[in-house]
């Protein structure tokens, strides 16, 4: 089976400063990991996505996250961080069910940007 | 634009109405689903469809029923809903099943009153 935890709902950063955001998984299986923001009354955007490889991902907006299977992590950092960035953040975990590949979604980060 | 539109934005029902959401989608995909977001819970998967067969229902209450007519469009019809139903409700397609390149369109926030 697999599951996202996503530590803290809110994260509050200063413009400028390093942004991270926390996320560990379980799964049964190598797992395939994946961070998306949504922007207010938007859909969800892919940030990145691991799936094999490089364990150091880098994704748009400046945003990388970092596979550590001896953790089962898969946080998501920023060294800086703009006013634009502020959105809501969830990671998600690939699964596989009898139907094919399924999704399981944390419950999201709100990160806030202050000036 | 993601290249997946969802009307209406937003929907504003009654218990005893029936609506429905509408998704399209002209990318190409072949898989496309309906989510439900609602506040402090994760994503909730509801329905699957592949080359417009439903290939899955997550025991989601018979009050909603969804249809694929071709692969482009998906919907999701409602009726004789709940206040616990308002929520976003967001639909995604995917090259796939089997590809990992979900694009999700910008959702339809339903509130039943």
């Known amino acids: 089976a697999q599951s996202v935890t996503q530590l803290g709902s809110h994260v509050s950063v200063s413009e400028g400063a390093l942004v991270l955001l926390r996320c560990n998984y379980s799964?049964?299986?190598?797992?395939?990991l994946f961070w998306y923001v949504q922007y207010p009354n938007q859909g969800l955007q892919l940030l990145l996505k691991?799936?094999?490889?490089?364990?150091l991902v880098k994704g748009i907006n400046g945003f990388e996250a970092e596979f550590k299977k001896s953790e089962t992590s898969f946080h998501l950092t920023k060294p800086s961080a703009h006013m634009s960035d502020a959105a809501e953040y969830f990671c998600a975990v690939s699964g596989f069910s009898n139907t094919g590949n399924q999704f399981y979604f944390g419950t999201g980060t709100s990160l806030t940007v202050i000036p | 634009e993601t290249g997946v539109t969802q009307t209406p934005r937003h929907l504003v029902m009654g218990m005893t109405n029936k609506k429905s959401l509408k998704c399209e989608q002209h990318?190409?995909?072949?898989?496309m689903y309906w989510y439900k977001q609602s506040a402090k819970k994760p994503l909730e998967l509801m329905f699957v469809y592949s080359l417009e067969e439903r290939v899955e229902n997550n025991s989601v209450p018979s009050r909603f029923s969804p249809e694929c007519p071709n692969s482009s469009h998906l919907f999701l019809h409602l009726h004789t809903l709940q206040p616990e139903d308002s929520a976003l409700y967001l639909c995604?397609?995917?090259?796939?099943?089997?590809?990992?390149?979900?694009?999700f369109g910008s959702g339809t926030r339903l509130t039943v009153v």
């Open positions: 995604a397609s995917s090259p796939s099943r089997t590809v990992y390149g979900y694009t």
């Open positions: 799964s049964s299986v190598p797992p395939y």
């Open positions: 691991y799936t094999t490889g490089a364990t």
């Open positions: 990318l190409g995909h072949n898989a």
